[in-house]
């Protein structure tokens, strides 16, 4: 069972006990810090729940009084400290208002390498430099809902496990396992050696339809995305077998790159009803 320790002095912020939800809101701070430390902020009752039933430690958690009821059960489960403390507090150590009222640290655990990964899997998403969080968020999310077995991610993508991410993905980073590559692009050959086609998501007209291609059909597919404007890069797009795009109506080049992610992983998917 939990320490249930109340802290309802608004002038202190810097309790060293919450220092794991100090600054919340830089961006560059979390970046370096959260990594380095081994330990990633999870926002919100159903996403600690979530972080929970996928094995993640937690380290601490940060209630506002109003939760303290709606917790109770993890209370209750877990040794971790849990600090219940008033919304002004909160608010200060964190650097924004913290609306949902329930924050919680939790341990990372060590990545798989994409060996690993590409053993079992049959549908994977390879991420280029993708590096907004809402978006990494987001393509997780759909990647979980549509049944992409795991993500890989080039050096530069950004961190699924930022606060940001997790919020918008609502838990479902914790879903589907994922992998960093290292010396991209040359890693991609690792991903073909694997069985994988590596089929490049492009809006260039050159590409085939993604419907022609019928990448639901294939025995393993390797989905290859790239970041919000850009796109896939030169050396990327030479590295894959086929390009594919979404056709488009009304004069619209291209979506989102979380809207396109979510729509070629449903033309990815197995098991869908043929045209």
Known sequence: MADLITLDDPDDPDDPRLSDYIGLTDVELRRRREPAEGLFIAE??????????AGYEMRSMLLSAKWVDVMRDVIDEVPAPVYAVAPELAERVTGYHVHRGALASMQRKPLPNSDELLTTARRVVVMESVNDHTNIGAIFRSAAALGMDAVL???????????????????AVFSVPY?????????????REAGFRLLALTPDPKA?????AAPHRLERVALML????????????????????????????SLNVGAAAAVAFYAVATGRPES
């Open 153 to 171: 991610l080039s050096p530069d993508c950004a961190d699924p496990l930022y606060r940001r991410s997790v919020k918008v993905s609502m838990g």
């Open 44 to 53: 919100g009752e159903k996403v600690i729940r979530r972080a929970r039933h």
């Open 208 to 212: 085939t339809s993604i419907d022609e």
């Open 226 to 253: 790239g970041a919000e404007g850009e796109g896939l890069s030169t050396k990327a797009l030479m590295a894959a077998d086929e390009w594919v795009r979404i056709p488009m109506a009304h004069g619209v080049d």
């Open 179 to 191: 992998a960093r590559l290292e010396a991209w692009p040359k890693t991609l050959e690792t991903v």
